[in-house]
């Protein structure tokens, strides 16, 4: 093979994995309860956000302790605020891991006010480092790339926080552009 046609082929799988890598959707409001606010990312082309394609996968008999543990979080959250210590220890960088249970079962969200929360993906992480658990990894590198954009666009101020009232309860709206193009290189 001659040496333009391995750097043409190099190209060519590089071009890609920036397709395979990039993804677009939007965040959108998933569920509010009384002054607490669930939101979720919804990739386009893909049936169910991310959070419903966890409780799709892992709504089940046999794993019904370990989501009822995640749905006993996240209604004490909705009740007393959000609580750091519910997280896993030291956490996994600007996304965290709830706790969920007996087994290793995590949802990755991130923490955005004491009354708001995006939740994401998850998974069994059975292994010890992240990077050895690539369904885990996919998911909260999704949440990373998230995270990062959604405070770039905070900083800009082309999304922000609205506090809201409906008449019983003040609670938090993000507002602004909510469709995100993640893992794009930007040039």
Partial sequence: MAFFDVCQEK??????????????????????????????????????CEFDDFLSRYDTAAHAENINSIAAVLRE??????????????????????????????LYVIPCSRNALVVGNGCFKN?????????CRNAWELMVELDKELRSRMQEKSICWQVRSDGEVDYLDLTGDLHFELGTPKF
């Fill in 11 to 48: 190209l060519y799988n590089f071009e890609i994995n920036l397709k395979v890598n990039s993804v677009t959707g939007r965040l959108f409001l998933y569920q509010r309860i009384r002054r607490f606010t669930l939101y979720s990312f919804h990739e386009t082309g893909k049936a169910e």
């Fill in 77 to 106: 959250f909705a009740q007393r605020g959000v609580d750091r210590r519910r997280f896993r220890p030291k956490g996994e960088g600007p996304v965290d891991a709830l706790l969920a249970g007996p087994d290793s079962l995590r």
């Fill in 127 to 135: 292994e010890r480092r992240l990077q050895d658990a690539p369904e």
